[in-house]
């Protein structure tokens, strides 16, 4: 089955960290491109932070030096871990997976909330 599980969302205080986890099943999970996008209330969905399979990683410039993504092929899993959280960071995250055809699986979705 593909899919991808993802975990850690939740309401954190300005200033507070997450960590999001995704689990990837029914893909060659070593060659795909992961990442995480997020959209907040009233934007359009943004790449937050991706990873090749070979450990190369890009980021939004509204994230640089608070987020880092990872990812453990062995296990199957990229997390995002999120540090010196602000408002602006709340939104929906989604995990996606992209494989070497350029297709793509997305997680469900999961709700960060930061508050003030």
């Known amino acids: 089955q593909v899919q991808l599980v993802e975990s850690g969302g939740g309401l954190v205080q300005a200033g507070g960290s997450l960590r999001l986890s995704c689990a990837a099943s029914?893909?060659?999970?070593?060659?795909?491109?992961m990442a995480w996008y997020r959209q907040a209330p009233g934007k359009q969905r943004e790449l937050v932070a991706a990873?090749?399979?070979?450990?190369?990683?890009n980021y939004a410039e509204s994230v640089k030096g608070r987020f880092t993504i990872s990812r453990d092929n062995a296990m199957n899993t990229v997390s995002l871990q999120m540090n010196n959280l602000n408002p602006e960071d709340t939104a929906i995250y989604y995990c996606?997976?992209?494989?070497?055809?350029?297709?793509?699986?997305w997680g469900q979705g999961t709700q960060v909330t930061v508050s003030s």
């Open positions: 029914g893909i060659i999970f070593s060659t795909n491109i």
């Open positions: 990873v090749s399979g070979d450990g190369n990683t």
């Open positions: 996606n997976a992209k494989n070497l055809f350029g297709r793509s699986v």
